[in-house]
């Protein structure tokens, strides 16, 4: 048998601890750590250029995908031109029409004068006589006519897939002056590249400007956003009674409309700012309403504020659970498949936008949906 060990041979020596043993498995650290490499990081500056000069960020300026651009500029030249009337006190007198690889949009106004088109062209800037005042005007962003006047390069270098010499050329006849602008971009430098050169006009009352597009990408956008971009002109004559309007697709006219009002005015960009706020509403049955062939009718929503349209339904969501125009209006059986009009209009000093589009208001009032 073998004898158990004594107590003795249980003790442990300090050499033989498991402190020790932790010790010399484990070297020190701080002798074998490797230098650590650093990144020092250096301010740089980006050129605000870049912010108009790809498609996702165009789209992201503009608030919608590029097959909605042909809207943009609509919207955003018919808004300026009704402004410009109404600060020269005209009756609003204007002409849209689109052809092959252009959109031109003419007023009656007073004319664009020169520094207002050099501003334009600073990309370092934006250009706006409406952002600092809290008033109830269609735009006050100041950035429209510099998105307008990268499309055509964007498009350009989307279709040729060459960033060297894709351009966008847009013209300004004004004031007897016809401002031929074309926007490229020096990569090198990364810099603008903008052509601005300028030659006699016939137009001396008003602004004429023409955007225009490289005819491939134009044919498919224009063929796309056919029928939307003829309502969205139309819907322009139910905010504002004192406009005539005039608007030719390809040749054909689909609007020719006089000013029911021409002696009609609102409150003007020039007057004290307007304290309170408006909701006007239209509702109405459709002619083809009463006739065997209504039930092929679908519901018209004309929405807008401030005397502009919107491009998209602008009141998506409001109320305490966000329920929106469109389930509002079937609640009470006005559903897509009904055959009526619905008109809504907000006129506010104040109105808070989702995105810079202009396409989302933020509603925040205690709206309700009507019980069932």
């Known amino acids: 048998m073998i004898a158990p060990p004594s107590d003795m041979a249980f003790q442990q020596t300090p050499e033989a601890s498991p402190q020790f043993l932790q010790n010399v498995a484990k ?30 960020e165009l789209q992201n300026q503009t608030g919608h995908s590029v097959y909605d651009w042909p809207l943009v500029v609509l919207k955003e030249i018919m808004d300026n031109a009704l402004d410009a009337c109404e600060e020269a006190e005209v009756a609003p007198v204007i002409e849209v029409t689109v052809g092959p690889g252009s959109i031109t949009i003419q007023d009656n106004a007073d004319g664009l004068d020169a520094d207002t088109i050099e501003s334009i062209l600073d990309y370092t800037i934006r250009v706006s006589s409406r952002e600092a005042y809290v008033s109830p005007t269609r735009g006050a962003q100041g950035n429209a006519l510099k998105t307008i006047l990268a499309m055509g390069y964007v498009l350009d270098r989307e279709a040729a897939d060459r960033d060297a010499d894709a351009a966008g ?42 955007v225009g597009w490289p005819k491939s990408q134009a044919e498919e956008l224009f063929l796309f956003v056919a029928e939307q971009f003829q309502q969205l002109t139309q819907a322009y004559f139910w905010f504002n009674p004192h406009l005539s309007l005039r608007g030719v697709w390809y040749g054909r006219e689909f609007v020719n409309v006089e000013a029911t ?45 401030n005397w502009s349209v919107g491009i998209h339904n602008p009141f998506r969501a409001f109320g305490s659970t966000g329920e929106g125009l469109e389930s509002t209006l079937a609640k009470v059986r006005a559903n897509a ?15 808070q936008y989702a995105d810079r589009g202009k396409s989302s208001i933020i509603l925040t009032d205690d709206a309700k949906q009507p019980d069932d």
């Open 169 to 210: 050329v847009t013209i300004i006849e004004t004031r007897g002056v016809k401002h031929r602008i074309e926007f490229g971009v020096d990569h090198i430098n990364n810099q603008p590249k903008i052509e601005h050169t300028k030659t006699p006009s016939a137009i001396d009352v008003g602004t004429k400007v023409t």
């Open 27 to 56: 070297p020190d650290r701080a002798t074998t750590r490797k230098p650590e490499h650093k990144l020092t990081r250096v301010t740089f500056r980006v050129s605000r250029l870049m912010e108009f000069c790809s498609k996702r």
């Open 261 to 305: 009002d021409p002696n009609w005015e609102k409150w003007r960009p020039r007057n004290p700012t307007s304290p309170h706020y408006i909701v006007e509403f239209a509702f109405g049955l459709h002619q083809s309403g009463l006739t065997q062939q209504g039930a092929a009718i679908s519901r018209k929503i004309i929405t807008g504020a």
């Open 337 to 351: 498949r009904e055959p009526v009009i619905c008109a809504l209009h907000l006129a506010s000093a104040y109105i």
